[in-house]
């Protein structure tokens, strides 16, 4: 086997951020830009000779071209076997699946997951570690050091693997396995979920809808649920892998998934919609006329997770990202059990769950996930819901609203300001850190501050410590604004403003979201100034 050494220079924009490296495909489609990032996670991967290596991506444009370049890059550096999913296909969370369950070093997972796809849109590359999860920002920035500095990748050149045909063939002396991406999953949620209790829900005539949105949860949909569970045909809509997700933006809420929103709050809604991202780690609960929250179903999977066989034993805590609700710290607070709060993004779970301290987690963005890998798992909250409707009997909304009588209802609300320049948005960012100490006791409308900080967070298990994660503003009418710029967008800079406040008076349970947020939206505007110093008087979007 020839392994060619091929001079390069470094790019100075690959490093990695809130999960892994996202850019416009046409940055990654400029020559040597994924050769380079990839060699400099091989060089940094430590034991990677003759180990073994996990690759899959969501199926969006441009990924099997990857996959193919990966596949010849890991053989020149010497993995010894390398899994990959049939035509190069593995959600999230069954990557991270894969990895654990064969013992990987780790697994290159392209995916921009909800950023749109296409030629015009997003693709991204990142590096799961052995136990599953995101790599932690120690080693991403070792990452970006090492590609920063790059002067040559390696790689063997040769015609491309069939990925269409399960089995094992070779490049040199590596094994290249392509693998069934669905059916370790499967193994893995049977032995987690009540299959038997669903079935029966199904049986009874429970109906529900599941809108893949063209991204890559569909096959893994369509086997669980239609196959294994015995939910009607046409159960799972837009279940086809699609390059572009056929036009979806592959954002699991209720403004890009709009579709499943309009059947749920219509007269002939099915009694529970789900839907998932575009790499399958996001998920997205509607009872029949209610849109859950991501926060709010943390907190009520925490409180009924027991109900499923995996999760029998009780929890050993909680975790969620700062700007989710407050509404598990109450259920924890409630069973008894430990309760973290992390900065955004899913590796900061990862210690936490290594070490035992919990066993769910969540992040507003409707990402849910527990112990089982090291991914937050759209379809496993998706049937976890469905364990605990058929345990419970009830209906979803009924669950629901239960939850509010029984802890109080968090209204909780996101506006993102898409595409602002990078500068003003920095700015803003900087003019609220400098007027933080000026800020308690101040009144805004009808909030007075009552205390705000710069989200700072040490890691309980390795005492890391990551400063300025977002913003916390803290009203003493019980509500919240927290303000953070994305880590994930890929042109300009995203303001993401978290708005909640909570409500304990059952009757006031039933009200508009943004007529109770109001007040909220104006304090925070005026704080931040947000329409002065961005030029937007709305939103981009509301969720
Ligand atoms: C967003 C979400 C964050 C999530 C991340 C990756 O990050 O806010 O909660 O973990 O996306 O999700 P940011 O930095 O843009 O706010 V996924 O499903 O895109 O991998
Ligand atoms: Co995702």
Redesign the pocket.
């Given at each position: 086997m020839a392994i060619t050494r091929v001079p390069t220079t470094p790019f100075p924009d690959q490093r990695p951020?809130?999960?892994?490296l996202?850019k416009k495909v046409k940055v990654f489609q400029q020559p040597r830009y994924v050769e380079n990032f990839i060699q400099a996670i091989f060089d940094t991967v430590e034991g990677a000779e003759g180990s073994t290596l996990v690759i899959g991506g969501d199926g969006r444009f441009f990924n099997e071209a990857v996959v193919q370049v990966a596949l010849r890059m890991a053989a020149a550096n010497g993995f010894g076997r390398i899994l990959v999913g049939q035509k190069g296909l593995l959600s999230?969370p069954a990557a991270s699946c894969v990895i654990r369950k064969h013992k990987a070093i780790g697994g290159l997972v392209l995916?921009?997951?909800?950023?749109p796809g296409g030629p015009e849109g997003d693709f991204g590359i990142?590096f799961n570690m052995s136990h599953g999860g995101p790599a932690p920002e120690s080693f991403t920035e070792a990452v970006f050091k090492r590609a920063s500095a790059l002067t040559e990748y390696r790689i063997v050149e040769g015609a491309d693997i069939d990925l269409a045909r399960l089995g094992e063939t070779k490049i040199g002396s590596t094994i290249v396995q392509v693998i069934d991406p669905v059916a370790d999953y499967v193994e893995l949620m049977e032995r987690l979920i009540d299959f038997n209790a669903i079935s029966e829900l199904f049986r009874s005539g429970f109906r529900m809808r599941f809108d893949a949105l063209n991204a890559i949860t569909g096959p893994y949909a369509k086997a669980i649920l239609e196959g294994r569970l015995g939910a009607p045909a046409g159960t799972v809509v837009n279940g086809e892998p699609k390059p572009d997700f056929g036009g979806h933006h592959p954002?699991p809420n209720p403004v890009h998934a709009h579709d499943l929103m309009e059947l749920m709050m219509g007269p002939d809604a099915p009694d529970f919609g789900a839907a998932s991202?575009?790499?399958g780690?996001?998920n997205m609960i509607v009872a029949r006329g209610l849109f859950v929250t991501p926060s709010d179903s943390l907190a009520i999977l925490t409180s009924h997770a027991h109900l499923a066989p995996g999760y029998a034993q009780g929890l050993s805590g909680v975790a969620r990202?700062m700007?989710t609700s407050r509404a598990a710290d109450r259920v924890a607070k409630k069973l008894g059990i430990n309760f973290f709060e992390t900065p955004?993004?899913?590796k900061f779970f990862a210690n936490l769950l290594d070490a035992g301290l919990i066993t769910i987690c969540g992040?507003?963005?409707?990402?849910t996930g527990s112990n089982h890998i090291r991914e937050?798992d759209g379809l496993w909250a998706v049937l976890l819901w469905l364990n605990v409707l058929a345990v419970t009997k009830k209906p979803a909304d009924q669950i629901v609203r239960e939850h509010w009588a029984a802890y109080g209802r968090d209204y909780y609300t996101r506006h993102d300001y898409e595409e602002l320049e990078t500068a003003p948005a920095n700015t803003l960012m900087d003019a609220l850190r400098a007027k933080l100490a000026t800020l308690p006791g101040q009144r805004f409308g009808e909030l007075t501050v009552q205390d705000c900080d710069d989200f700072a967070y040490t890691d309980p298990v390795d005492q890391s410590v990551t400063p300025k994660q977002g913003i916390r503003i803290l009203f003493r009418e019980d509500a919240r604004a927290v303000f953070?710029?994305?880590?994930?967008?890929t042109s300009g800079a995203?303001l993401?403003v978290y708005l909640e406040r909570f409500e304990p008076n059952p009757d006031r349970h039933s009200l508009p979201t943004a007529e109770v947020l109001a007040p909220v939206v104006e304090a925070a505007n005026a704080i931040a100034e947000i329409a002065a110093r961005t030029g937007r008087s709305e939103p981009s979007v509301i969720t």
């Open positions: 951020g809130t999960s892994g996202r999230t995916s921009a997951s909800h950023n990142k954002d991202d575009g790499d780690d996001r990202s700007p955004t993004g899913w992040e507003e963005s409707a990402g937050k953070r710029l994305s880590g994930t967008g995203t993401r």
